[in-house]
Nanobody, 115 residues
Framework: QVHLVESGGGLVQAGGSLRLSCAAS????????MGWYRQAPGNERELVAD???????NYANSVKGRFSISGDNAKKMVYLQMNSLKSEDTGVYYC?????????WGQGTQVTVSS
């Protein structure tokens, strides 16, 4: 059973940076997609960025040029470097792990950007 553990959220001023980390344990899979979603109060959960085990990345338009996702296949980890943070980036960030037939979520980590 795949289990995700996130870290790195917190409070930062607008224009600052944060780095989120997510570790996937219990995964026997070598082909997968991991990513980050976020949910602000009153909004639906939305994709921020994801990366495949082959290194292909995908970003929401709102974070392109500011956020960077990377992964470590050997450690089954994914990172999200967030720069030039804006107040609208505030929300709970969830790590996600996907293979065919399996979709796993982390517990979420709060990111708050003060203006």
């Amino acid at each position: 059973q795949v289990h995700l553990v996130e870290s790195g959220g917190g409070l930062v001023q607008a224009g600052g940076s944060l780095r989120l980390s997510c570790a996937a344990s219990g995964s026997p899979f070598t082909l997968y997609r991991m990513g980050w979603y976020r949910q602000a109060p009153g909004n639906e959960r939305e994709l921020v960025a994801d990366i495949t085990s082959g290194g292909s990345t995908n970003y929401a338009n709102s974070v392109k040029g500011r956020f960077s996702i990377s992964g470590d296949n050997a450690k089954k980890m994914v990172y999200l470097q967030m720069n030039s943070l804006k107040s609208e980036d505030t929300g709970v960030y969830y790590c996600n792990f996907q293979v065919i037939g399996l979709n796993v979520w982390g517990q979420g980590t709060q990111v708050t950007v003060s203006s």
